[in-house]
T-cell receptor, first 112, second 115 residues
Framework: ELKVEQNPLFLSMQEGKNYTIYCNYS?????LYWYRQDPGKSLESLFV?????AVKQEGRLMASLDTKARLSTLHITAAVHDLSATYFC????????????FGGGTRLMVKP | NAGVTQTPKFQVLKTGQSMTLQCAQD?????MSWYRQDPGMGLRLIHY???????DQGEVPNGYNVSRSTTEDFPLRLLSAAPSQTSVYFC??????????????FGPGTRLTVL
């Protein structure tokens, strides 16, 4: 059974600081997704990581994938208040990225 | 393009009632899925479809039915609502094998309360 674990579950940080969210998964997969969810809203796709060693960056967020370690990270650089949201990683049960299994989410709060 | 649309946005049911949550997409995506999100948790897959006429169960299918008669529509039916089905329901679609990333696009959600 595929399990996806994120940590930390809750993160409170000051503006300007750096931090990393970790996503571990239990079975082999070559495809990992990161999503952002604002309170009461739907999920917004941030990154799709397709292969071992993949790294993608968008603004202050950078995601990476290590398929051998079954680990993905989402690094936040110089956090700003607008990044406050819940972040989810998800892994597809097949290598096409279907039938996603989600982590429990990391609720990020960036304080001024 | 409207993307993925869901109706209704909010619904309150009594235990034992049945209803259908509607989902439609206008992106000509092959794959569609239904997820539920309980408070403070990630999404869990209920049912999915890889094309018109083809559906399969996900992680938590009990108490739900789906059908897919067209590429665009993927309704979710609650057969006899129970308080444990109180949740936010998200529909998603993705291109399938024709898309390099097969990225899933999510609808706005339906917030369901069962009394």
């Amino acid at each position: 059974e595929l399990k996806v674990e994120q940590n930390p579950l809750f993160l409170s940080m000051q503006e300007g600081k750096n931090y990393t969210i970790y996503c571990n998964y239990s079975t082999t997969s070559d495809r990992l997704y990161w999503y952002r969810q604002d309170p009461g809203k739907s999920l917004e796709s941030l990154f799709v990581l397709l292969s071992n060693g993949a790294v993608k960056q968008e603004g202050r967020l950078m995601a990476s994938l290590d398929t051998k370690a079954r680990l993905s990270t989402l690094h936040i650089t110089a956090a700003v208040h607008d990044l406050s949201a819940t972040y989810f990683c998800a892994v597809g049960k097949d290598n096409a990225g279907n039938m996603l299994t989600f982590g429990g989410g990391t609720r990020l709060m960036v304080k001024p | 393009n409207a993307g993925v649309t869901q109706t209704p946005k909010f619904q309150v049911l009594k235990t034992g009632q049945s209803m259908t949550l509607q989902c439609a997409q206008d992106m000509n995506h092959e794959y569609m899925s239904w997820y539920r999100q309980d408070p403070g948790m990630g999404l869990r897959l209920i049912h999915y479809s890889v094309g018109a006429g083809i559906t399969d169960q996900g992680e938590v299918p009990n108490g739900y039915n789906v059908s897919r008669s067209t590429t665009e529509d993927f309704p979710l039916r609650l057969l006899s609502a129970a308080p444990s089905q109180t949740s936010v329901y998200f529909c998603a679609s993705s291109p399938g094998p024709s898309g390099p990333y097969n990225e899933q696009f999510f609808g706005p959600g339906t917030r369901l309360t069962v009394l």
